[in-house]
């Protein structure tokens, strides 16, 4: 199958530190990737790489059969209306309510009146559940509660992939189901979606593959069953969440 | 350690280069903003926490300062010639041309320029900025445009308060501890128009560097709340510099022009 978002050999170093060292993974059209792997080895930077949030130091990027590591900032606005973002810790605008949360991102992209984009983000909201919020801060809301308004604002434009950063990391377990349970809807309706976890029971319970990340580069993809399978030690070892074994966890 | 010193100028010429841009795509942003009719609400309420927030602190600072000089300058007259008909003359002169403005941003350099550090870098470090710029919206449209402009009026209009609290502070602290006459002290007669002028130049120049210096300051703010106390620390540390920095290329630039009559 072609690939619909791909990262060839990329390369990301941050001053001495080299995070990302040739990182090769290609996503298909509608599926729910996973990438997992320790704190610090990448999983972030590698979407935000993406989205041109960050810069690779070498290597390519592709999205839907254009290179997109290279576009300067105002053609990256094409890309983001595309690509969407949830990042992990909501980034919600403390001195807005939701609605005007989502609807800023309307008025930028869509260009709309600032009444017409309220009217808009309200139907967005709706869709997580969050309507009745729409008035509200985000800091009246819990994390939950904040999180799937996030979600709402990146789904607004009608982006064709989603991008997750850890998106039940710090919720409690019904709400992280629920979020859970929002990814698998959105890949019902064709969304392609890639989620950068910690969390087990969403990576085994969700995902189509799962690509692991280890010193900078993907050390298997395989489907969940698969990687339970799979007999590599660094793999069983992280799956497992055993302490002991082959992995060399930096700081630890 | 010649390549560690060369290492941290290539650091330093890039954080100039890079503070540069910043300035350069804040006066673009006013523009685009002009063009893009944007909402000033932003910028009124930019204008209440530069301004009216700092109201009370430069009334009070300056205050004392205008004290504390005046009280100075009469003693050290009192123990040469005694002769205080040209304290308040000169004094008003000084305040116009220099202290008033520059004290002034000095204090918003400490109390503005580690607010707006310390907001903006903690909207880097949780990713906010990164949301701006997924929503479409240029951050520095955002997060400098509106303290930008803010800071050029308010700057200003606490500049004046300020002088003016400094000259009755002095005429008061001249009265009460020397008894000067305050018929003698409130004398414009040395005051000129080119030292009102270079009172709005300065004001003006420290209004759009204070909150450009900071908001970059924000921008580079990296990791967590470490990184943003560093921010904020470097904010405070190069907008007075700055300050300090502009206060004497303008002064050298009106001495150049006026010559022996400034």
New interface residues.
């Given amino acids: 199958m072609t690939a619909y978002v791909e990262w060839k050999s990329v390369y990301k170093a941050f001053g001495d530190n080299p995070v990302l060292r040739g990182m090769d993974l290609a996503v298909t059209k509608g599926e729910v990737l996973y990438i997992i792997g320790t704190s610090g080895v990448g999983k972030s930077v590698a979407i935000?790489l993406l989205?041109g949030?960050l810069r690779a130091d070498a290597g390519e990027i592709w999205f839907d059969g254009a290179r997109v590591d290279q576009l300067p900032?105002r053609e990256?606005?094409k890309l983001?209306?595309r690509v969407?973002?949830v990042?992990?810790?909501s980034?919600?605008?403390d001195s807005m309510t939701l609605a005007e949360n989502v609807a800023?991102?309307l008025r930028?992209?869509h260009a709309l009146s600032?009444a017409k984009a309220i009217t808009e983000a309200r139907t967005r909201l709706e869709q997580v559940y969050m309507a009745d919020y729409a008035d509200r801060y985000p800091a009246e809301l819990s994390d939950g509660m904040r999180k799937r308004a996030a979600i709402a604002?990146?789904l607004a434009l009608g982006p064709d992939v989603v991008l997750f950063d850890e998106p039940t990391t710090g919720l409690d377990p019904v709400s992280a189901r629920r979020i859970d349970q929002l990814v698998r809807e959105l890949a019902k309706t064709g969304i392609t979606a890639i989620v950068v976890s910690h969390d087990p029971p969403s990576i085994f319970g969700v995902a189509d593959r799962i690509a692991l990340l280890y010193q900078g580069v993907v050390r298997a993809l395989a489907t969940p069953a698969e990687l339970e399978a799979s007999t590599d030690p660094v793999v069983q070892q992280f799956i497992r969440g055993r302490s002991a074994g082959p992995m060399e966890t930096p700081g630890f | 350690m010649i390549a560690r010193l060369g290492s941290a100028m290539i650091d330093y010429a890039k954080a100039a280069r890079d503070l540069w841009l910043v300035y350069v795509s804040t006066i673009a942003g006013i523009v685009r903003a002009r063009r893009s009719r944007s909402p000033r609400g932003e910028v009124a309420r930019q204008m209440f926490s530069i301004g009216n927030r700092s109201l009370v602190f430069i009334i009070v600072t300056l205050g004392f300062i205008g004290m504390v000089m005046t009280y100075e300058a009469c003693l050290q007259l009192s123990h040469v010639t005694g002769d205080f008909s040209q304290l308040g003359m000169q004094f008003i002169r000084l305040i116009v041309s220099d202290f008033g403005p520059t004290l002034c941003a000095m204090m918003l350099a400490t109390r503005v320029g580690a607010g707006i550090a310390a907001e903006i870098g903690s909207m880097k470090v949780t990713e906010q900025v990164d949301a701006l710029r997924m929503s479409g919206v240029l951050p520095i449209d955002y997060l400098i445009v509106p303290r930008f402009i803010a800071s050029l009026v308010m700057t200003l209009a606490l500049s004046v308060v300020g002088a003016t609290v400094m000259y009755l502070a002095g005429g008061l602290t001249a009265k009460f501890s020397f008894g000067v006459n305050p018929n003698l002290f409130f004398d414009l007669e040395l005051l000129r128009l080119r030292h009102v002028g270079m009172f709005v130049v300065k004001a003006l120049a420290y209004g759009a560097t204070i909150p450009v210096v900071a908001g970059f300051c924000g921008l580079r703010a990296r990791g967590s709340s470490e990184g943003v106390g560093w921010a904020t620390t470097a904010a405070v540390i190069g907008s007075s510099f700055a300050v300090i920095v502009l206060d004497f290329v303008i002064s050298a630039a009106a001495l150049f022009i006026f010559g022996g009559d400034l």
């Fill in positions: 935000k989205l949030l900032e990256l606005a983001r209306r969407g973002m990042f992990q810790s980034t919600l605008f800023l991102l930028k992209h600032q604002r990146t």
